[in-house]
C-alpha cells in the first residue's frame, strides 16, 4: 500500500506521471545518472505522483528547457484538476502567471501582495506595453508613459488610448511596433519599488 492506495494503483498513477513527464526512455536509468534537468523531473515527478490533497513544489522548473517546463505546467495543471492544492514557489513570473489561481508576492521575507496576477497587473496604472525596435527617442516615448529599453529598441508601459495614437504614429513612419499586455514581471517590479532597468544593473556581468 502507498498513501493508502494499492500497489497497483500506486503503480498505474507513477506510470502516468513518468509518461506525461517525458521520462519513460529514461525509466531504466539510474536517477544519478541523468542530466542535472532530468533529475529536477524526476524529483518533480515523485512528488505529483503521490496525488497528495497538499503538494509543495520548490523551484520545480529550475533548469529544465522550455519544452520540459511546459510539460511540468500541464502534469501541474492535472494535478489541481484532481483536486489537489499546490504551493508553489517559483522566481519565473511568467509560471507564476501560468499556473496559479492565487499569488503571494514575497520580498525581503515580507508578503507584499496576496491576490491574482490580473489584480496586481491592474496596479500598474498601466494597460498597455508598446515594444519599438527604432524610430522613436526615449524623451519622445517618455511623455506617454514609463519608458526602458529592451531588445535593442524601446519598451513604453502607458493607457490604452496613447497606445492607440502611438501605434497609428509608428505606422506613418513605416516603424515596427509589437502591442501587448502589460507583464507579471513589470507589475512585481513595480509593486517592489524598482524599474526594469534597476531590476537589470542589479545582475552582475558573467
Known sequence: MVR?????????????????????????????????????RTLVAMVLATA??????????????????????????????????VLLTTHYLDEAEQLTDELAVIEGGKVLYKGTAESLKSQVRREVRLHFAAGFTREELGAFGEVYPERGGLTLMTTRSHAEE???????????????????????????????????????LP
Open 4 to 40: 493508502g492506495a494499492s500497489t497497483e494503483s500506486a503503480k498505474s498513477r507513477a506510470d502516468e506521471v513518468v509518461n506525461a513527464m517525458g521520462l519513460r526512455p529514461h525509466s531504466e536509468t539510474p536517477a544519478m545518472l541523468l542530466s542535472g534537468g532530468l533529475q529536477q
Open 52 to 85: 497528495a490533497e497538499f503538494l509543495f513544489l520548490d523551484e520545480p522548473t529550475l533548469g529544465m528547457d522550455p519544452f520540459a517546463r511546459r510539460q511540468v505546467w500541464e502534469v501541474v495543471r492535472q494535478a489541481v484538476r484532481r483536486g489537489s492544492t
Open 166 to 204: 502611438l501605434t497609428r504614429a509608428a505606422l506613418e513612419r513605416k516603424i515596427a511596433v509589437n502591442v501587448g499586455p502589460v507583464t507579471l514581471e513589470e507589475a512585481f517590479l513595480t509593486l517592489v519599488g524598482r524599474s526594469i532597468e534597476e531590476e537589470e544593473a542589479e545582475v552582475p
